[in-house]
């Protein structure tokens, strides 16, 4: 473990109300300290109590005002993965189109992050036959 990332730390989901009771920044910010790691809180509204480890000196602000060496937004591209033809095979939500820009990002020296934007476990069930999600209506 090289370096958490919280991202959207303002987000009230990441507080656990029942017992055991834990603020998921928190827990993240003692993890961090006890690997010797940074910590990124990543957030457009940084929540109060941040801000206030900002002007205690505990966290240092970082702005971003604009992309890193002025590049530009990169390309979107949605892929199916029900095609076979897409899909890399085995498991996991991976194409081959993604596989390979990685790899070829690796091969000329750039690096390749991941963000899994969700949080929590199972939060779809996806037929890997034929798509289809499972909805829950409540």
Known sequence: LGLIVIDEE???????????RYHARDVAWQRAIGEGIPLVL????????????VEQDE????????????????????????NPSQARGGRGG?????????VTALRDGGQVILLLNRRGYSTHIQCPACGHVLNCKH
């Open 94 to 102: 991976i194409s081959r189109q993604l596989h390979q820009a990685m």
């Open 59 to 82: 966290f240092k602000i970082v702005t971003l005002p604009k992309r890193v060496m002025n590049l530009p937004m990169p390309d979107v591209i949605t892929v199916d993965l029900r």
């Open 42 to 53: 990543g957030s457009a509204t940084p929540s109060l109590e941040s801000w206030q480890r």
């Open 10 to 20: 303002h987000e009230s989901s990441f507080k656990q109300d029942s017992a055991p």
